[in-house]
Structures are given as C-alpha cells and as structure tokens.
C-alpha cells in the first residue's frame, strides 16, 4: 500500500485519470483568403517599335495601331497588329502614304486612316485598310486636308472633326464608305485639334483640344438634326488625350498640357455618364501619356503607345484598363 507522501507526488507529476477532459480549446479552422482584386490597370506587351502621335482602331478583334512619329522624329507608315488571344504584336503591310496625327476609325470590316501630316504639313488623304487580304487601298480624299482631329463612325457614316491647321479647327465632314463620299456638316462651335471623344446614344461627344491652351470644352453632335450643343466640360483640360466608349460610359485618358509635372504630361483617367452629364475620376495611368489612342477589346480598354514628355517621346508601352464592374451609364 503507497502511503500519503507517494500519492501526492504521482498526482504532482501529472498521473491524473485518462478521461479527465482538456480543457484547452482547439484552435478553429482557418477562414479561406479573400481574393486580392484585379488591378485597374494592366502592363501588357509593348509595341514592336515606339511610336507618338499614332492612330488606333481595332478591327476583326484585333488592335491596330498605325503610323505616329518615330523616337528619331521622323514619320511612320508603320501597321503594327495586336492579337489579344496570343498576346502579342505583328507587322502589316505599311500604309501607302506615311502620317502622323491621323483620324483612326473602324467601318465595318476595313480600317480608314483619314488625313494626318506627313512631316510637311497636313494632308487629304483617305487610306483603306483590309486586314484579311492584308492590303492597303485609296478612297476619296478629305476635302479639307487636316491632321490631330477626331473620327467616329455613327450609323453608315464616318464623322471627322476638328484638327489642325487653325482653318480646319472648327470643320466637320462625313464619310460614306458604300458610296465613296464626302458630305459638308454644321461645325463645331469651339475650333481646336488635338481632341478626342466618342459616340454615346448616337451623338458624338468631343472633348478637350487645343489652341492656345489645353480645353476642358465638352460639345456634342447630333447627326438627327445637325445641331451641337454644350456639356460637362472636362475636369482636367487637356490636348493629345485619348478617349474611349464602354458600358455607355465615355473614358478619358492622359494628355499633354500640365503645368504641375516636368514632362507636362497627364495621368488623368476620367469617365462621363451622360444620364447625369458628370465626370468621375478613376485609376490614373502608371504611365502618364500623350499622343495616344484607345480602344475597347472585352472588359477591358487598351492604350498603346504615346509620349511620355510633352512634345517628343516616343515610347512603346501598352497598358490595359479594366473598366469597373457594376452598372454601367447605359
């Protein structure tokens, strides 16, 4: 028989009953992670060759990007094509005529590159584009010879605005692309270049601009009746800026004209809903740009190209911007 003293001790040294129960609680299983959201913006391939200045459509899903100033400054008939499926960037057949600053739209399954300058001053040429044959083709010229404006396609029209020299600032022509001709337009109440814009509920919102200084001006035209009237200006005023149409929504990207940086050039990524004719700031560019243009692949809008200081410098970076889910200014 143990006596007191050795039951003290076995109980010390922790001999208790196998069923006493344990009474530290057993730690929960963890939560799974929350997913990270996307980034607003994306940096994807570059360009093959750097480019300001350029125009930018996209046909048959894929990104063309044409012509532009080259880093040495001279002037591009430069097709580069962007395969978002593979990723990647290839050559087309150059244009006939090399331009920078040209007006850049999509009709149909063709790619039309209006005007532009050639390096010594604008010029009125109409260039067609087929990307299955891959070939390149001459359309009835612009009757008013201008680069560093805007065009859209509403309807069965192609709708080029503005540009530059001064006596093109205010000039809006139509193409009719099944026809091969040119009609005159009521024009636009502000002359500038350097603009950009889009079509929303089939009107065309033209934005920003120059002479002398960056416009915040926002006119829209009607082609129901001809007419143009007034919006929203811009929050930033800028020139050299991009825009694009997602969601009904009106997106707004970089620019030149800043006094507030070294490089004079904008970050700013703005979107207009016109059921509220109000601007909303979003995510800025990581890389500020000028002498871009923007298209729409999916939920996503792409920026290739551009400048990175106010007047030259070419780069060859393309970023993609996520438009934000949600309702949409429809």
Not at 29 to 42: D, E, G, L, N, V
Request: a neutral charge; charged letters at 15%.
């Amino acid at each position: 028989m143990r006596g007191p003293a050795l039951l003290l001790a076995a109980l010390a040294a922790g001999c208790a009953s196998p069923e006493q129960p344990d009474e530290t609680p057993s730690p929960s299983p963890s939560a799974p992670a929350s997913p990270s959201p996307a980034p607003a913006w994306q940096a994807l391939p570059p360009l093959l060759e750097a480019r300001q200045e350029v125009g930018v459509a996209e046909v048959l899903g894929r990104i063309y990007v044409v012509g532009g100033y080259r880093t040495d400054r001279s002037t591009a008939a430069t097709v580069e094509a962007y395969d978002p499926a593979a990723g990647r960037w290839s050559t087309a057949a150059p244009m006939p005529r090399a331009v920078n600053h040209p007006m850049v739209a999509a009709y149909g399954e063709r790619l039309y590159v209006f005007g532009g300058d050639s390096g010594l001053g604008a010029v009125s040429t109409t260039q067609e584009y087929d990307p299955r044959t891959n070939t390149w083709g001459l359309k009835a010229p612009l009757p008013t010879a201008r680069s560093a404006g805007l065009a859209a396609v509403i309807g069965s029209r192609v709708y080029v605005v503005g540009g530059s020299p001064a006596a093109a600032g205010r000039v809006v022509e139509a193409y009719e692309p099944a026809t091969d001709r040119w009609l005159p337009v009521n024009p636009m109440p502000t002359p500038r270049n350097h603009v950009a814009g889009g079509v929303l509920g089939g009107r065309l919102h033209v934005v920003g601009g120059r002479p002398p200084n960056t416009l915040a001006a926002h006119e829209v035209f009607d082609p129901a009746n001809g007419s143009w009237s007034v919006r929203t200006p811009m929050p930033t005023g800028r020139s050299g800026h991009a825009g694009a149409v997602a969601g009904g929504c009106l997106y707004v990207f970089g620019g030149e004209g800043n006094p507030a940086t070294p490089t004079g050039v904008f970050a700013q990524n703005e979107r207009y809903d016109p059921r509220t004719d109000s601007w909303q700031s979003l995510a800025a560019m990581p890389t500020p740009r000028h002498g871009i243009g923007a298209v729409v692949i999916g939920d996503g809008i792409h920026v290739p190209g551009g400048a990175t200081v106010q007047g030259f410098g070419a780069v060859a970076v393309h970023e993609r911007f996520t438009v934000p889910a949600g309702p949409n200014c429809s």
